[in-house]
Every structure is written in C-alpha cells, then in structure tokens.
C-alpha cells in the first residue's frame, strides 16, 4: 500500500467519524460514552485503511464495479532530474490529478500545523503572564487578564475574573474542573 493510498483512506475514515460525531453523538449528553467513541474510533481509523475490501466490491465472474473503474490509481511516481529552468507555472500546468492531491494535501496539513504552533503559542503567552491562584486536587487555577473566554487545558483551568461575576465564575469554574478531571 502506498503512502498516499494509505492517507486517502485515513482522511475518509475520520471524516466518517467526525460526521457520525457531529451529527449523532454531539447533541447527547452521555460525555464518558462520547469520549469512548472518540477515542477507540480514532485509533481504529489508523487500521482500517489496511482492510482489503476488494474481494467484496467484485465478485468472481461479474463485471467490475463501475466506480471502481473511476477511480484513478495512486502511486508509482517517477522523478526526473534536469538542468532546464522550471517556472511554477508551467510546473504547477503539468500536474496530474493524483499529484495535485498531494500538493493540496501538503498544503493543508502545512495550514494546520501551522495552526497548532500559533494556538501553543498563544497558551504558552498567557500561562506566562497568569497568575496561579490555588492548586487542588492536582488542577492548577489561573487567573489572567488576558480578554479570553474561560478554558481548560491538561491539568490547569485559565479565566479572566473581571469579566464575570462571582457566581458565574464558581459555575464556571466547576465546569471546567470537570472537564479536567
């Protein structure tokens, strides 16, 4: 199995499950029961792309499935080496269909990787300027002035108290602790 043929799968299985999630299970409030699925569904997505299903789409003696004839194979490149100059459009205009889904691919992944750093960032700048106010039950409580709205992460909870009252933050912050725990 080729990387790529590996990834497409991958990329449709997930997105099975993150449809089945969004549509299904998101509204319920069964959160132990969701996480499961969450989890043991994703790990899973990781093995499935090598099931072989193709002794179920054609069956011996009948024809091949017609959408299995559309679609194209992915896989055996091959790479040439010249002195010529390339430029990017007429490089980009020589691409077939297969290479142009591992040019969008990398430029997605790029965009969300990219992502990620800024949003570590982000919560590296803010866990900088907070100030921890107590530490109970192995959750640290911080408080910042950034205008963020209150949010747990690993084992800290981050809020910004001028921006609620007292009673709201204490419903606030019992919900974020149990998010934590």
Known sequence: MHLLEYLLKLSISLGVLFIFYRVVLRPLTFYRCNRFYL??????????????????????????????????????????????????SSALQQLNPSQWLVLVFCLGAIVLLTRIVYQYRSLRHIRRVAVLLDSRDAV????????????????????????????ELQRIIQHEFVHVK
């Open 39 to 88: 989890l043991c569904y994703s790990l899973l997505s990781f093995v499935i792309p090598f099931v072989n299903i193709t002794p179920w789409i054609i069956k011996e003696g009948s024809p091949a499935n017609q959408l299995v004839n559309i679609i194209p194979v992915i896989g055996n490149y091959t790479v040439s080496a010249t002195n010529d100059p390339v430029s990017w």
């Open 140 to 167: 640290h409580f911080y408080q910042t002035t950034a205008p963020v709205s209150p949010f747990s992460f690993g084992n800290a909870i981050y809020f910004n108290r001028s921006l609620h009252t007292d009673e």
